[in-house]
């Protein structure tokens, strides 16, 4: 059986970008996290420790969103990496990092990147 942890839609408030302004008057970021992980024990047990916990995941997310980047490339791949590090049970992780309102002279919702990491334990 094939199971996901997602986290749609979080809106964090960063301080990620190239030009200086950016790091200093920060923006809207929206995150995507879907996480593949073999939640069956979870799903017989209903016990906690048997799962990740979404708010233990919001928690890294939170931290690494806090620090900032030029690129959202960055931020995305230091949000997999902790994920990856922390939590032995991941088998995969995609995630989409998106600026609101990027300073580029186009009208658009956003500007995103997504990175997808699968690997076998």
């Known amino acids: 059986m094939k199971s996901y942890i997602l986290l749609e839609n979080v809106v964090f408030f960063a301080y990620h970008g190239v030009l200086p302004q950016e790091t200093k008057v920060g923006n809207e970021y929206i995150v995507n996290l879907r996480i593949g992980v073999d939640l069956s024990k979870a799903a017989y047990s209903d016990q906690l420790d048997d799962t990740i916990s979404y708010a233990d995941i919001y928690a890294d997310m939170k931290k690494e969103m806090e620090i900032p980047s030029k690129l959202l ?9 902790r994920l990856k590090e922390k939590y032995k049970m ?7 990092v998106a600026k609101r309102n990027p300073p580029m002279g186009a009208k658009l919702d956003c500007a995103a990147v997504v ?6 334990r």
């Open 90 to 96: 991941i088998e995969s992780i995609e995630i989409k």
């Open 73 to 81: 490339e960055n931020v995305a791949y230091r949000i997999i990496r």
């Open 115 to 120: 990175l997808k990491d699968e690997w076998n």
